[in-house]
């Protein structure tokens, strides 16, 4: 782990808008609609800092997690993916690193090395989302697309109640303006990241995955042939193998390692 990732100008602007959101969520829009020393005031405070520690907790865990290195030691086993279509990409030297690379594995141009079941490189977290810390990621984009929407909830509630005061200054009535586009347009955007990523998890593919299935799914319409990913075992399957297989724990952003280590995957002989 390394905390230098942390000194970069995207992870830092994702922290000052996380405090942004935080400070006009407690001391403004809750605080002007029930008031802090409320009960409902305090409980609307509590709930929000919690999902908001959870959230500061999830991209902290993002960033710091390596995300799969490949074994120095590894080497394919060719009797044991012989049936395999990827057969031929798991015994590829990667020819940046000039070694084995596994399934699901490919080489970040930015990291400048093979990343575990590697997703994408974030530029947010300044780290790759793979294997080891895909969880974490995810987690943290549900927890911020949930603070988010309930942020912009109480800011409704607060326009509601204090509309009229509000109409009269223009100051205020400008910044509660920006601050609602800004909350929708966040909470849009993040809602979609969201549902990207459930449709990847259910069908147990990686962003890369699912740009290269694009090309055989159509040469299979196109040969008259049904198509299924490599991977697709099942949406119940899918689903434990990247959040664990305790329901409990599924919204834990520490990550839940499996016996397949990021090497080797279940996958559907049907594909």
């Not at 605080?31 to 005031?41: M, T």
């Not at 977290?125 to 990621?137: E, L, Q, T």
């Not at 009229?164 to 303006?177: C, D, E, L, Q, R």
């Amino acid at each position: 782990m390394s905390c230098r990732r942390f000194l970069s100008i995207p992870v830092l602007s994702v922290i000052l808008v996380m405090g942004f959101v935080y400070y006009i969520t407690v001391f403004v829009f809750i605080d002007d609609w029930v008031g802090l020393q409320s009960s409902a005031g305090t409980l609307n405070a509590f709930v929000f800092s919690f999902l908001a520690f959870l959230c500061l907790f999830s991209l902290s865990v993002c960033v710091l997690i390596d995300p799969g290195r490949v074994p120095a030691s590894y080497a394919p086993d060719v009797e044991d993916s012989s049936w395999s279509h990827s057969n031929a990409t798991e015994t590829r030297k990667c020819d940046k690193c000039f070694a084995y690379k596994p399934l699901r594995t490919h080489h970040c141009r930015v990291c400048r090395r093979c990343i575990l079941k590697m997703d994408h490189h974030c530029l947010w977290i300044n780290n790759c989302v793979g294997y080891a810390n895909y969880k974490a990621f995810f987690v943290l984009v549900f927890y911020a697309t949930v603070a988010c929407i309930y942020s912009t909830v109480l800011l409704v509630c607060c326009v509601f109640k204090n509309g009229n005061s509000y109409a009269g200054n223009i100051p205020i009535k400008t910044f509660m303006v920006f601050c609602g586009i800004f909350m929708i347009g966040l909470s849009l955007t993040l809602g979609t990241l969201l549902c990207w990523h459930i449709y990847l998890i259910a069908h147990n593919m990686t962003t890369i995955e699912h740009y290269d299935s694009k090309r055989a799914l159509w040469l299979a319409r196109k040969s008259g042939q049904s198509y299924r990913h490599q991977f697709d075992v099942g949406v119940y399957k899918n689903i434990t193998s990247v959040l664990g297989p305790n329901m409990i724990k599924w919204l834990c952003p520490t990550f839940t390692r499996n016996t397949e280590g990021g090497i080797s995957f279940t996958a559907s002989r049907d594909s």
